[in-house]
């Protein structure tokens, strides 16, 4: 079975600062990663996901997430944190026993201070 | 493009009660999914239709869950009766292709309270 790990459940950092959303996955095959973001009283919406490309994968508003297999993580990172950045963010992971099937993280909150 | 639509956005109801959540998925998209959302749980996948074809529906908690898609255009998940438990937040997502390996887009969700 597949499985993710999202260390932290919040996380705080200040306007500017540099954002790290940890993410370490389980997966018997090469994994289809996500990171999706959710906004207060809305649904999800993609940031990035890799698809056995390139590992570094950039996303929107500034996101980008690197896959490292010898690590089995998927961390999200964005150089300089912005106060629309404040919202709940869940890693996904799919692909092979549980093919149709989207695990999720348990998501982390971030806040961002002025 | 409109996007995944869900009604209704909120849902009180009593217990005991029969609660009919429904979505339209992105005109296209040929999968469907249905998920529910707690702070206990997270995020879950009840059910999920590929052609209008329910796929995989281990996640439904129970016989008091069912979902149907009669179109490529609707679905609707039922809850009868309802429980104070099946307070959550349920969204509905689709996508092109079969499977969790392509972005699924999500609706704004249905709120629903069970007293």
């Known amino acids: 079975a597949q499985s993710v790990t999202q260390l932290g459940s919040h996380v705080s950092v200040s306007e500017g600062a540099l954002v790290l959303l940890r993410c370490n996955y389980s997966?018997?095959?090469?994994?289809?990663l996500f990171w999706y973001v959710q906004y207060p009283n809305q649904g999800l919406q993609l940031l990035l996901k890799?698809?056995?490309?390139?590992?570094l994968v950039k996303g929107i508003n500034g996101f980008e997430a690197e896959f490292k297999k010898s690590e089995t993580s998927f961390h999200l990172t964005k150089p300089s944190a912005h106060m629309s950045d404040a919202a709940e963010y869940f890693c996904?992971?799919?692909?092979?026993?549980?093919?149709?099937?989207?695990?999720f993280g348990q998501g982390t909150i971030l806040t961002v201070h002025p | 493009d409109a996007g995944v639509i869900q009604s209704p956005r909120h849902e009180v109801t009593e217990m005991g009660q029969e609660v009919t959540l429904r979505c339209k998925p992105i005109?296209?998209?040929?999968?469907l999914f249905w998920y529910r959302q707690t702070m206990m749980r997270g995020l879950e996948l009840l059910i999920y239709?590929?052609?209008?074809?329910?796929?995989?529906d281990s996640g439904m908690p129970e016989d008091r869950f069912s979902a149907k898609m009669p179109n490529a255009s609707f679905s609707t998940l039922k809850i009868q009766p309802s429980e104070p438990r099946d307070s959550a937040v349920y969204f509905c997502?689709?996508?092109?292709?079969?499977?969790?390996?392509?972005?699924?887009?999500f609706g704004p969700g249905t709120r629903l309270t069970v007293l």
């Open positions: 997966s018997s095959v090469p994994p289809y």
């Open positions: 997502a689709s996508s092109w292709t079969p499977g969790g390996t392509d972005t699924q887009y």
């Open positions: 239709f590929n052609n209008n074809v329910p796929i995989d």
């Open positions: 996904a992971v799919a692909g092979g026993t549980s093919y149709g099937k989207l695990t």
């Open positions: 890799y698809t056995s490309a390139a590992t």
């Open positions: 005109s296209g998209h040929n999968s």
